[in-house]
T-cell receptor, first 112, second 115 residues
Framework: GDSVTQMEGPVTLSEEAFLTINCTYT??????LFWYVQYPGEGLQLLLK?????DKGSNKGFEATYRKETTSFHLEKGSVQVSDSAVYFC???????????FGSGTKLNVKP | GAVVSQHPSRVICKSGTSVKIECRSL??????MFWYRQFPKQSLMLMAT?????????EQGVEKDKFLINHASLTLSTLTVTSAHPEDSSFYIC???????????FGPGTRLTVL
């Protein structure tokens, strides 16, 4: 079946540290891949996306590259800030973009 | 960007009562709306997909008679949790998608607590 696997959290980093959150997927077709961010008490916000192999999504200093050969879409940021503290969800969707499959989420804590 | 609102943001109710949650697309027409449920420290699970003017399609394991979904207009979908029980306590999130657009826009969520 279709699924997304994320590294378990929480991830605790100091400000300005490098961030990597791993995400791998299993898909029966050719998926589009997404990273969403959820701040405390809020809904999900789209952070970035990639719709085909080798595409790189980027936003607010975050990047992720669609790697078909390794079925991965790892999230990276070169220098995290305290304001990046949130839960990050990797997700995929297929075909008509109706159904999203979400990973379990990774909580990021950034300390000053 | 497109904005989706939910009301209420937080609700506490007694066991056995029904609760209605509204999801609105504020600046676009949402031909399709989705309802998700998020358990603490877990991911979102799709409950149902609704298209304006037609019956919702429920995911396997979701009781359609317990979670009533109505998508009466292009900007409003409602989720009614009927005869709520403590195990229905959860964070409910809706999302909306415009016709011809692949992106789903998520609402801020509704925290339901059933006592």
């Amino acid at each position: 079946g279709d699924s997304v696997t994320q590294m378990e959290g929480p991830v605790t980093l100091s400000e300005e540290a490098f961030l990597t959150i791993n995400c791998t997927y299993t898909a029966t077709g050719y998926p589009s891949l997404f990273w969403y961010v959820q701040y405390p008490g809020e809904g999900l916000q789209l952070l970035l996306k990639a719709t085909k192999a080798d595409d790189k999504g980027s936003n607010k200093g975050f990047e992720a590259t669609y790697r078909k050969e390794t079925t991965s879409f790892h999230l990276e940021k070169g220098s995290v800030q305290v304001s990046d503290s949130a839960v990050y969800f990797c997700a995929l969707t297929l075909y008509n973009f109706n159904k999203f499959y979400f990973g379990s989420g990774t909580k990021l804590n950034v300390k000053p | 960007g497109a904005v989706v609102s939910q009301h209420p943001s937080r609700v506490i109710c007694k066991s056995g009562t029904s609760v209605k949650i509204e999801c609105r697309s504020l600046d676009f027409q949402a031909t399709t709306m989705f309802w998700y449920r998020q358990f603490p420290k877990q991911s979102l699970m799709l409950m149902a997909t609704s298209n304006e003017g037609s019956k919702a399609t429920y995911e396997q394991g979701v009781e359609k008679d317990k979670f009533l979904i109505n998508h009466a207009s292009l900007t409003l979908s409602t989720l009614t949790v009927t005869s709520a029980h403590p195990e229905d306590s959860s964070f409910y999130i809706c999302s909306a998608r415009a016709s011809g657009n692949n992106e789903q826009f998520f609402g801020p969520g509704t925290r339901l607590t059933v006592l």
